[in-house]
């Protein structure tokens, strides 16, 4: 039986070894030892090879030898030891450079692993690449997806889905509430994540009439089954229904749409009335192979003139123009968070150069000071070649010392920087040892020990061609530049930063029109057969009102089919009595269903008329309550009140009365200009998910259990969806902002305190250098503050020549921000002055220590040291 | 100066090629250091040393046959040059010097 070594190992010590006979007896030696070891564990010996292999790279690096230092090859161990020693020599400088580089490596890596972690995560879907959203920001009907399912050719799969929230009943009696998907079978056996356990849904799952089925997902299936795999083929009560368990979905994989912990085939039967008027379903195809997006474009922009002739009322001219549109099917969450998260990455990629340069100009500071030493060795015929080689293994070293740093920094950054975007489910971080983030890391390293090394090497080389040897003066404009370029980016993120923050001040000024203190929202999705009875909606709506107003420390509650700020908005469109229009030329305005109390709970006060009242409830809606913005838009002058409008596609011609005129509130985009509303009884309209809204005497922790005692109390098959006060809804509306601000405002101030320490460093060497000067100066009468303000002059210039590039830079380069941006633009003047002025401030602050120090020179000891 | 200079390991490398004879190369060294001295040297520094050594011109090496065992390398045996012969005796003779009227002073 023979062994034999891994390769790697044996390449690496063959590195290592000198050539000729003594290195391949040694590596001889190591086989025969390696196979006498491996005959009792191989695990054992070939870590004891590896172990050999470690002190032999350890002692080439540490001694080296002296016989063959004739190769290149060892001519870098020499230098790799001599950099070390320098290393050694000033902890101090060596320690402060990888710390700042190791930082700033870090950072980059951080933000890319996140970047890396999100762009993996946003799709749930087998093949993203070829799976498309069709009008990805639209709903569809079951039965518009059904039609255009049966006439497509493009897609090897279509299909649609739903989310929801459901109540599981546990064997012992009680419930629980989990989110769900509903999904055609054929879509979700394109889910990249298939159950490991039972098995997919099937298309015989999606007949009516057949035995309804689920798929429990792991983490459920590990919660409420106790991960007991008997669980398949039982039969669980979900919101109401038998359900046969036929599958347990992988651990972590992912619904599409967010957090859902179970499966169910999506049905609809067709003689339903809502088969095409309820718009709920999100259609994705995976295309065929062979067809491009552009064939899917075309076939679909002819169902698309088809489907406006038949549903008019799915294709309002305002929502992108009626156009259709196909996209990746993860493009939203892409798009959501590749703005943002690019931004970031460009901020840390700025700080990296600008820390690079600062190390650089160091290196070159110090280049200088070594200058006898470099010259001394090239006049005794070190070549040029071989001093840059020095040069470069010097910047090699601390780089890679750095890369350490870098990647423990990253390791521990990425997760935090993620846990951060708590407004984005999909953003999350990748490890740092995998193979992208390592990629990564290696390409910014390389690109930072190529500044590093550059900085030195380029001023040698220049010193070298003209003939001189590194003089002190040479290197003075190169390190003014160079700072310069510093101040130009610190600039260049002072302004994102500001920008940023002028955003995130704007977003919290915005008028709400409610207090956001104090009030909670619940959101609620009670079983369709509680929904198809108005009778039963109507007393479940009163018995949840009722009892959760009724609870200590609640001052009201109210009913709402949307969360303010978090909900899909519902538009209906708007046909006048008095000057009827076509469905499509219709203007519309998105629709609240609420309970009378909302108008209260909410803050909201009556302008005209009355308000929702215990009057309005009909079996459709009788009466309509306006905002002033929409009193305003469609009335003008006039008063809504008594006006009839109808609002039901499908009832063109059912008019209905406004009754009342109420106060604007915002409860759509937080971003967004005024917005019109129109409110009409949620019992008269029943919805499937409605969202109780609570208004508390105070935030106290002990009213969120109270609340969903009392909702399992009035049903406990309702399901609560989600609990959170509507602060957090808020402060999640402008959560991205908010990040970024904080990230980039953090990365603005490191570069700016780098830029000061770079014109710190530049004036210090000024100073030391012109010592002789300033003493002459100071001898023929200058005054101490004439010699200080020069100084400082001096530093303030350069940052001035930073901050005027780096504000041209900002003026074109912050367009990127524009995206992010509220109320405040990328030409606003006042960013541009703020910036500078913090620079400024910084270049006088690093320039006063060597100005002061300049300013108590004593003349007469100057001048008699020379 | 340092020519005359043998580092303790350095010594006990030489002592252990001197005892095995014609029989010594890498791990026969390795082994008898080990077995005689107490020794268990890391690979990097035993063949270093080696290398430092034939270096200095103490001693030579050459090559005996490759086996497939040794992934068809060589052995790389070595033998003390005159130089190195010379150089053990007077370590030896001056560690003897040093010795010299102590043998009792330990062994209390």
């Known amino acids: 039986m023979s062994f034999r070594p891994p390769r790697w190992l044996e390449r690496i010590a063959e590195w290592a070894l000198p050539a000729g006979l003594s290195g391949q007896g040694a590596l001889g030696d190591l086989t025969e030892e390696f196979q006498r070891r491996a005959a009792e564990s191989g695990f054992r010996a070939t870590a004891w090879y590896a172990k050999q292999t470690a002190s032999i790279v350890a002692y080439r690096i540490l001694t080296g030898s002296g016989a063959d230092s004739q190769d290149t090859h060892s001519d870098i161990l020499m230098d790799v030891r001599w950099a070390f020693r320098l290393v050694l020599k000033h902890p101090g400088f060596a320690l402060g450079v990888v710390a700042v580089l190791g930082l700033g490596l870090g950072t980059n890596v951080a933000v890319f692993s996140v970047v890396d972690g999100t762009f993996r995560n946003t799709s749930w879907w087998g093949e993203p690449d070829r799976t498309m959203g069709l009008w990805p920001e639209r709903y569809w009907s079951f039965g518009m997806m059904e039609m255009y399912r049966d006439e497509q050719s493009a897609y090897r799969s279509i299909g649609g889905w739903r989310e929801s929230a459901y109540a599981i009943r546990m064997p012992d009696g009680t419930s629980t509430s989990v989110n769900g998907v509903e999904i055609t079978p054929e879509l979700f056996r394109e889910l990249s994540a298939q159950p490991p356990l039972g098995r997919a849904l099937d298309d015989d799952d999606a007949f009516l009439g057949v035995e309804p089925v689920v798929v429990l997902g792991e983490s459920l299936w590990r919660r409420s089954f106790g991960a007991d795999p008997g669980v398949l083929g039982s039969v669980v009560d979900v919101s109401g229904t038998s359900m046969r368990v036929v599958g347990v979905q992988a651990a972590g994989a992912k619904a599409p749409g967010g957090r859902a912990e179970m499966w169910f085939p999506l049905i609809m039967d067709p003689r339903d009335d809502d088969y095409f008027r309820q718009t709920d379903v999100k259609v994705v195809g995976v295309l065929a192979s062979g067809v491009t997006t552009d064939d899917a474009w075309t076939e679909v922009d002819a169902f698309n003139d088809r489907l406006a002739r038949l549903f008019p009322s799915f294709f309002t001219p305002d929502w992108d123009d009626g156009l259709v549109r196909i996209a990746r099917a993860d493009e939203s969450q892409r798009r959501l968070i590749s703005t943002p998260l690019l931004l970031l990455l460009g901020g840390t990629a700025l700080l990296l150069l600008v820390t690079a340069l600062n190390v650089g100009n160091l290196l070159l500071g110090r280049a200088i000071e070594r200058r006898r030493e470099l010259a001394v060795r090239a006049a005794i015929g070190a070549g040029r070649g071989r001093i840059v080689q020095q040069l470069l293994v010097e910047a090699g070293v601390l780089t890679a010392l750095a890369v350490g740093v870098g990647l423990y920094a990253g390791a521990l950054g990425g997760p935090w920087i993620g846990s951060l975007f708590v407004g984005e489910a999909v953003v999350t971080s990748s490890s740092v040892l995998s193979g992208p983030v390592l990629l990564f890391a290696l390409a910014v390293t390389f690109g930072a020990w190529v500044i590093l090394a550059g900085v030195p090497v380029v001023h040698f080389l220049r010193a070298q061609r003209t003939g001189l040897t590194l003089r002190p003066h040479s290197g003075v404009a190169v390190q003014r530049s160079l700072v310069a370029v510093q101040a130009a980016l610190a600039t260049l993120l002072l302004v994102s930063a500001t920008l940023l923050v002028a955003t995130v001040g704007n977003l919290r000024s915005v008028p709400l029109g409610y207090e956001t203190e104090n009030l909670l929202a619940v959101e609620l999705s009670p079983p369709e057969d509680r929904l198809t009875d108005s009778t039963v909606a109507r007393g479940l709506y009163d018995g949840l009102v009722e009892r959760v107003a009724a609870l200590p420390g609640v001052e009201g509650a109210a009913l709402t089919a949307r969360t303010p700020l978090r909900g899909r908005v519902l538009r209906a469109p708007i046909n006048l009595e008095a000057d009827p229009v076509d469905q499509v030329q219709a203007p519309n305005a998105p629709w609240h269903k609420v309970t009378p109390e909302y108008f209260e709970v909410m803050g909201m006060e009556l302008v005209e008329g009355r308000l929702l009242g215990s009057e309005d409830r009909g079996r459709i809606p009788t009466a309509v309550v306006v905002n002033e913005t929409l009193a305003e838009q469609v009335w003008g002058d006039q008063s809504p009140v008594g006006q009839r409008i109808a609002i039901d596609p499908h009832m063109w011609s059912w008019f209905v009365p406004v009754v009342g005129v109420v106060t604007d509130i915002r409860t759509g985009d937080i971003t967004g200009g005024a917005e019109p509303a129109l409110y009409v009884s949620l019992v008269e309209s029943p919805f499937k998910d409605v969202t109780l809204m609570i208004r508390t005497s105070n935030v106290d922790g002990s009213v969120v259990p109270a609340v969903r005692r009392a909702v399992a109390e009035v049903d406990d098959m309702v399901p609560v969806r989600a609990v959170m006060w509507m602060d957090e809804v808020v402060r999640a509306a402008y959560s991205t902002s908010w990040v970024i601000m904080g990230l980039l405002v953090a990365l603005a101030v490191l570069a700016t305190v780098l830029g000061a320490i770079g014109i710190y460093a530049a004036l210090s060497q000024h100073v030391a250098i012109t010592r002789k000067e300033i003493g002459v100066r100071m001898a023929l009468g200058a005054e101490p503050g004439e010699v200080v303000g020069s100084v400082v002059r001096s530093g303030l210039l350069i940052a001035l020549a930073g901050i005027a590039v780096g504000s041209v830079a900002a003026a074109f380069g912050a367009r990127v921000l524009d995206s992010l941006l509220f109320e405040v633009s990328t030409g606003t003047p006042w960013v541009y002055a703020a910036s500078a002025v913090a620079l400024c401030l910084a270049a006088v602050v690093a320039g006063w220590v060597p100005a002061s120090r300049a300013g108590r020179l004593p003349p007469a000891e100057v001048l008699r040291g020379e | ?108």
């Open chain 2, 1 to 108: 100066m340092s020519q005359d200079y043998l580092g303790e390991f350095e010594q006990m490398v030489l002592l252990s090629i001197m005892r095995l004879g014609t029989d010594a190369y890498g791990l026969g060294i390795k082994d008898e250091l080990e077995s005689t001295a107490g020794r268990s040297p890391s690979s990097g520094a035993l063949y270093t040393t080696l290398d430092r050594l034939e270096r200095k011109g103490l001693l030579e090496s050459y090559a005996g046959d490759a086996s497939s065992e040794r992934g068809g390398r060589p052995r790389r045996y070595v033998k003390l040059t005159p130089a190195g012969q010379e150089m053990l005796a007077r370590s030896r003779h001056t560690l003897l010097a040093l010795w010299d009227g102590l043998e009792g002073a330990l062994d209390r």
